[in-house]
């Protein structure tokens, strides 16, 4: 076989090598997978892999985007990968238990109509396009959940992974959670005390809202039964016995999911007053609430007899002053108004709170204890603004504008919501309050009694957990008060009807952790995620500098219209007989001029945004040229010194 023969052999053989070695490649590499990004964005969390491969039952998900319009959006287009990518990941973790399905509704089709149906909402861009990018799951019982749409802001995309696998928990968990409270304050409604000119209170619309979402009972304090709820809710623990804190601290070693609010002075409590039959006695009632000896063995403390009070965050309210005379605005300290940069943007619970603002009035200080094992993580916080008050200034109705004068910031966050989380031990090492080991019975029946008689036993004493079955699932805030309907809802009566607007997201504060806490610990452990996007900086400099540049163009040749405005009205203002014609021809001449310049800045101001265009389509050019370009240049110069390495070593022998 001659020389050009066996070229050619040897370039069949390498093409059909090349095509073999890709066919086997897709093959048996396509399990493998290996995620360069910074923060793992593409690699499911051991808690979604533990929830997808704990389906006893196929779940349907249905992926709707409109690609063809998603296309012109290159954000949105990277955004639209990485949820496929991911949802991918969840059918391939699943063992075939999720079934993915990708739809691109055109307009005006059946798969339009169906994403309609199934609560995917259509997006009209400015183009006038309809973008559909959402999600739909259904379970075996044809029960259904969904993404509507998938924001784009940078909060929603951190929490990406998370809002995925809550939609498939929800689909394998289809029934209601049942809420369980226990709680010292009226949220049933009281009845009151007519005699004493005491009215009745209704039952607050906060067990309406839960009840939408969940079955919600109100537990009673003593001898409660919490084997028939999946969540245990606290709020405002005032004078609970020994025995239903060790039913709490159970529960809380079983690992099940606890929400706890304490006050350290509840204003919408009656209290517990040694004399109900005194009105007066209202204001010298125990007020506060706390499971110091609870928290204590849980890692963090509520501070005793404190206020946190900030002046930043303090909600202006026309203050009457003592004289009655003069009224004034001021921030009222103890009362706050959290937003955005007091809610924790990397927690479920609070991720997306603080748009509208959380309201919340005297609550306290919780702090991790410098002896605590668990991981306490504050969700809220108040500005470094802050400081603590003594709640006795709060007992009796407090002075806003004395309180504002004294005010003196420590400049550091104070936590008012937290997470708590790791493994504990009892706060009763001694077992079970008021329980007695059951006595050794004796070897025989007395005379005259009969088999089984339980005369002279008392009651046996019940071992209880003493570890941690399960880490500490705890969600835990330090105001009770923002629970009342007066802190969240404003009542609007039209004719007959009365509709209830939202003054704050406190309720949604409640409903985000009975949620969150209820998803177990797989859906607990699932971590936020950092940023996807990495943008082109040069570009983005480029645009910067340009915009720059035809800003303070725009703004000059804003500054020479309004001097040439002024100088008209100075030749008007100057007219005088005999003088018309000359100061006419002035203000022709001025007009032109002024017209003059405002052509050529905006043939100027063209020519600045021209040049924008010019600089970023030859950088594009250049990366584009770089990336084409740049590999086959390093292989045919690599081939290069390899052959004139070759020929060398020939001439050489």
Same mark, same amino acid.
Request: charge should be negative; charged fraction near 30%.
């Given at each position: 076989m001659n020389k050009r023969n066996l070229t050619w052999v040897v370039a069949g053989l390498a093409l059909v090598l090349f095509f073999a070695i890709n066919i086997a490649a897709n093959i048996t590499l396509r399990p493998m997978r290996l995620d360069l990004t910074e923060d793992k964005v593409f690699t499911l969390d051991e808690g979604s892999k533990s929830i997808a491969k704990g389906l006893e039952e196929p779940i349907n998900l249905y992926f709707y985007l409109t690609r063809s319009v998603a296309r012109n959006h290159p954000d949105l287009l990277e955004y639209a990968d990485r949820v496929l990518g991911i949802l991918r990941e969840y059918q391939r973790a699943s063992g075939g238990s999720l079934?993915?399905?990708?739809?691109?509704?055109?307009? $005006?089709? =059946?798969?339009?109509?169906?994403?309609?149906?199934?609560?995917?909402?259509?997006? *009209?861009?400015?183009?006038?396009?309809?973008?559909?990018?959402?999600?739909?799951?259904?379970?075996? *019982? !044809? !029960?259904?959940?969904a993404i509507p749409f998938f924001a784009l802001d940078p909060d929603t995309q951190r929490t990406l992974e998370y809002d995925l696998s809550k939609l498939v928990w929800t689909l394998a968990h289809p029934n209601k959670k049942r809420v369980g409270i226990l709680t010292a304050l009226p949220l049933e409604g009281s009845g009151g005390n007519p005699m004493f000119g005491q009215q009745g209170e209704p039952a607050w619309r906060i067990l309406e809202e839960l009840r939408a979402f969940f079955e919600v009972e109100v537990l009673p304090t003593t001898d409660a039964d919490l084997a028939k709820i999946d969540v245990l809710l606290v709020i405002h623990p005032r004078g609970f016995g020994e025995e239903t804190l060790y039913q709490i601290d159970q529960w809380a070693l079983a690992g099940k999911p606890l929400i706890v609010f304490v006050d350290p002075q509840c204003d919408v409590d009656p209290g517990a007053s040694d004399d109900p039959t005194n009105p007066m006695s209202r204001f010298t009632?125990?007020?506060?609430?706390?499971? =110091?000896?609870? $928290?204590?063995?849980?890692?963090?403390?509520?501070?005793?007899?404190?206020?946190?009070?900030?002046?930043?965050?303090?909600?202006?309210?026309?203050?009457?002053?003592?004289?009655g005379r003069s009224q004034s605005e001021l921030p009222v300290v103890f009362l706050l108004q959290l937003g955005e940069d007091e809610a924790s943007r990397g927690d479920p619970i609070t991720r997306l709170l603080g748009k509208v603002g959380l309201l919340t009035v005297t609550p306290g200080s919780l702090r991790k204890l410098a002896e605590g094992t668990t991981t306490f *993580?504050?969700?809220?916080? *108040?500005?470094? =603004?802050?400081?603590?008050?003594?709640?006795? /200034? $709060?007992? $009796?109705?407090? =002075?806003?504008? /004395?309180?504002l004068a004294s005010f003196v910031p420590d400049y550091k966050r104070l936590t008012l919501g937290a997470r708590v989380t790791g493994n504990v031990q009892t706060a009763f090492p001694a077992g079970k309050p008021g329980a007695v080991e059951e006595p050794m019975p004796e070897e025989g029946p007395a005379d005259g009694a009969t088999e089984g008689a339980d005369d002279g036993q008392t009651t046996e004493k019940s071992p209880g957990l003493k570890d941690s079955a399960r880490p500490l699932n705890l969600v835990v805030f330090s105001d009770a008060d923002l629970l009342h309907d007066r802190w969240w809802m404003r009542e609007i009566r039209i004719g007959s009807s009365v509709l209830v607007q939202p003054i704050s997201e406190n309720v949604d504060l409640l409903k985000n952790s009975i949620e969150s806490a209820s998803g177990g610990q797989d859906l607990l452990g699932i971590r936020t995620r950092g940023k996807t996007s990495r943008p082109f900086e040069r570009v983005q400099e480029i645009k910067r500098d340009a915009d720059q540049r035809s800003l303070a163009r725009q703004e000059e040749l804003e500054r020479e219209l309004q001097d040439a405005e002024r100088r008209l009205k100075e030749l008007q203002k100057a007219k005088s007989e005999g003088s018309e014609e000359l100061v006419t021809a002035e203000q022709r001449k001025e007009e032109a001029t002024v017209r003059e310049k405002f052509l050529q800045t905006r043939r100027d101001l063209r020519e600045v945004r021209h040049q924008l265009h010019r600089d970023i389509e030859r950088l594009g050019a250049s990366l584009k040229w770089l990336n084409i370009g740049l590999v086959p240049a390093l292989v045919c110069a690599t081939a290069l010194l390899l052959g004139g390495w070759r020929a060398q070593q020939r001439r050489q022998r």
């Open positions: 079934l993915l399905s990708v739809i691109d509704p055109e307009p $005006f089709s =059946e798969e339009e109509d169906l994403a309609v149906e199934r609560g995917v909402q259509g997006v *009209t861009l400015p183009s006038g396009d309809v973008l559909y990018f959402g999600l739909v799951g259904t379970n075996a *019982t !044809d !029960d259904s959940e009632a125990k007020k506060d609430s706390d499971m =110091e000896k609870l $928290f204590r063995a849980w890692g963090f403390e509520l501070a005793k007899n404190q206020v946190a009070c900030d002046r930043k965050l303090g909600v202006r309210q026309t203050v009457r002053a003592r004289d *993580t504050p969700i809220l916080e *108040t500005s470094e =603004e802050a400081k603590e008050l003594d709640s006795a /200034q $709060f007992q $009796f109705m407090p =002075e806003p504008q /004395q309180l």
